[in-house]
T-cell receptor, first 112, second 115 residues
Framework: GDSVTQMEGPVTLSEEAFLTINCTYT??????LFWYVQYPGEGLQLLLK?????DKGSNKGFEATYRKETTSFHLEKGSVQVSDSAVYFC???????????FGTGTKLQVIP | EAGVVQSPRYKIIEKKQPVAFWCNPI?????LYWYRQNLGQGPELLIR????????DSQLPKDRFSAERLKGVDSTLKIQPAELGDSAVYLC?????????????FGQGTRLTVV
């Protein structure tokens, strides 16, 4: 079945550091790929998405590229801020009814 | 546009008691999901509806959990009787149901504590 594997956290970075959170997936067919973010005390929000190979999703300075050859969708940001502290979930959507499967989440803490 | 609305936000019950959660999806979204998120984990799908039909309930513990979406809009998720291990956040989400590229929009969830 479909599955998503993302790097374990927590990840602690200083402000303005470069961020990478690794995500790989297993799926049949050609899934859509997502990164969701969960800020403290808030619900899940879609951060970015990509729907086909080589697509790059981007939002709020975050980027992720759909790599079919490596089945990966790594999240990157060039310069993190304290306000980026949150839990980040990689997810894929597959099947005719858009079944969404999540990874276990990576907690990011950015310190001043 | 209103997002996915869930109620209640928090619920504390004693074990063996029943509990119900309610979800109102985004207008026009025909796909509705119930997820359970345990502390420190990602959401896990319990059941997925297409309109009023449950198309995937393979992860729903049917001995104590039930769900319904009678008119293909609002949905309720029920646990009877609740157990200590059911303590979690229950998330409802909806999507437009198109084959590709449609993300799920989430409600804020109901945090259930069973004591």
């Amino acid at each position: 079945g479909d599955s998503v594997t993302q790097m374990e956290g927590p990840v602690t970075l200083s402000e303005e550091a470069f961020l990478t959170i690794n995500c790989t997936y297993t799926a049949t067919g050609y899934p859509s790929l997502f990164w969701y973010v969960q800020y403290p005390g808030e619900g899940l929000q879609l951060l970015l998405k990509a729907t086909k190979a080589d697509d790059k999703g981007s939002n709020k300075g975050f980027e992720a590229t759909y790599r079919k050859e490596t089945t990966s969708f790594h999240l990157e940001k060039g310069s993190v801020q304290v306000s980026d502290s949150a839990v980040y979930f990689c997810a894929l959507g597959s099947g005719g009814y858009q079944k969404v499967t999540f990874g276990t989440g990576t907690k990011l803490q950015v310190i001043p | 546009e209103a997002g996915v609305v869930q109620s209640p936000r928090y619920k504390i019950i004693e074990k063996k008691q029943p509990v119900a959660f309610w979800c109102n999806p985004i207008s026009g979204h025909n796909t509705l999901y119930w997820y359970r998120q345990n502390l420190g984990q990602g959401p896990e799908l319990l059941i997925r509806y297409e309109n009023e039909e449950a198309v995937d309930d393979s992860q729903l513990p049917k001995d104590r959990f039930s769900a319904e979406r009678l008119k293909g809009v609002d949905s309720t998720l029920k646990i009877q009787p609740a157990e200590l291990g059911d303590s979690a956040v229950y998330l409802c989400a909806s999507s437009g149901g198109q084959p590709e590229g449609t993300e799920a929009f989430f409600g804020q969830g109901t945090r259930l504590t069973v004591v």
